[in-house]
């Protein structure tokens, strides 16, 4: 591991501990330091970390590092006032609702506006999305996205940092991840929050099975970065010695996650409880997960891509995969999808004339993510993940 991205994780560790770090080395750019904290989107909390030691770090990199801890206070507290309005709503309204995500996982840090969240994530079951959306057009909430039939979520924002996404589904419905066939269990465990009628939490197994969810599902297509163990570290830290284990690696085991969870633990022990290790696996996946930033990258997109589809004949795969996009996300891009499907020749044609005609800019950026594209590296992704167990 790099020395900016160890003393990242070491930092991190000090704000969790409620430690203040021993050293600021004198070695480290901080210009590098700070776009990799914001490549992981854990600026504030290295912010919060050295904030006694501010005198020894280059003021151009304490002045953007204090704009983005400052900033995240004034999302988190406009995101926690709605939530509240949210919930508040749905309960007069008799709506069931379930916060999720980083809306709970905040309040085990040490300040709530530490854990940065780009939307607030709330679970109201299947058959609640027209009486939601009746709730949010009364709370002046502009509609993003709504289809209660097809969308495993529906998205709404006001203001300039609120997004909210009201979720039918923990999980989209995909071929390639078993993970989403114990959605339905942990749906169906969640509990009343004391003295509400309509609101819920999910039990604490739940909610750490879906956290791990989360992650092998972003791993699995794209990448996921150190935020996301961060959050893993510290529910375990809180909750790990009353968790029902049997129970949590009996429905790993059923989502064929078990391979997988035990890497989680095992990258979260050596950055987090600094324990040495000699897993190439678990190195292997500190180095992904290092590079993948908050939730990967195209370029390792198309390098993974590209090695699939390696063979002469089919080199040009990749740009044909592009264009024409499968039906679950041609019809998150044409609505019209959702209820004439057979329409889908038609709006490939769309895409392609609207591409060329219209935004030539993005053939560019598709041949560079093409040219850049690292076969060596698209090969060392696809035999992790494989020994990842996804």
């Not at 991190?12 to 021993?22: A, H, Q, S, T």
């Not at 949210?86 to 085990?108: N, Q, R, T, W």
């Not at 959306?133 to 509609?143: G, I, Q, R, S």
Request: glycine share 4%; hydrophobic share 40%.
């Amino acid at each position: 591991m790099d020395k900016h991205s160890k003393y990242i994780i070491y930092l991190l560790k000090c704000v969790i501990k409620n430690e203040l770090p021993e050293t600021v080395p004198d070695d480290i750019n901080w210009e590098l330091l700070f776009n990799l904290a914001q490549y992981h989107n854990v600026s504030n909390l290295v912010y919060y970390a050295l904030q006694n030691c501010l005198g020894m770090i280059d003021p151009q990199t304490v002045e953007k590092l204090t704009m983005m801890y400052d900033q995240y206070i004034v999302v988190e507290v406009q995101q926690q006032y709605y939530l509240d309005l949210i919930c508040d709503s749905f309960e007069d309204a008799g709506i069931l609702y379930v916060p999720m995500k980083g809306s709970v996982i905040k309040h085990l840090y040490p300040e709530p506006n530490l854990r940065s969240s780009t939307d607030i994530d709330v679970y109201i079951g299947k058959g609640n999305a027209a009486k939601a959306k009746a709730v949010m057009d009364k709370l002046d909430f502009e509609t993003i996205e709504y289809d209660a039939e097809v969308l495993i979520h529906d998205t709404y924002r006001i203001g300039d940092f609120v997004m909210v996404e009201l979720h039918h589904e923990l999980l989209p419905k995909v071929p390639y991840f078993k993970g989403i066939e114990i959605c339905p269990e942990l749906q169906s465990s969640i509990i009343p929050m004391e003295g509400k009628k309509y609101g819920y939490e999910f039990t604490k197994e739940s909610f750490y099975i879906f956290m791990i969810l989360h992650i092998a599902k972003h791993v699995k297509h794209n990448g996921m970065g150190i935020r996301g163990y961060l959050d893993v570290w510290i529910y375990l830290r809180e909750y790990k010695d009353i968790l029902d284990w049997d129970l949590i690696n009996e429905l790993f085991e059923k989502a064929d996650l078990t391979t997988f969870h035990n890497k989680v633990l095992g990258l979260v022990d050596y950055w987090f409880n600094e324990k040495k290790t000699d897993d190439a696996d678990v190195l292997a996946f500190s180095a992904h997960t290092i590079g993948s930033g908050l939730m990967g990258t195209q370029q390792m997109v198309v390098s993974e891509e590209l090695y699939k589809n390696k063979e002469e004949k089919k080199k040009h795969k990749y740009y044909i995969d592009t264009i024409f996009l499968p039906m679950e996300f041609m019809r998150d891009k044409y609505k019209i999808l959702r209820k004439a499907p057979a329409l889908l020749p038609l709006c490939w044609i769309h895409r392609i004339l609207n591409v060329v005609l219209f935004k030539r800019s993005r053939l560019t950026t598709m041949k560079e993510h093409f040219n850049d594209a690292d076969m060596a590296r698209g090969e060392r992704i696809v035999k992790l993940k494989e020994r990842l167990g996804l």
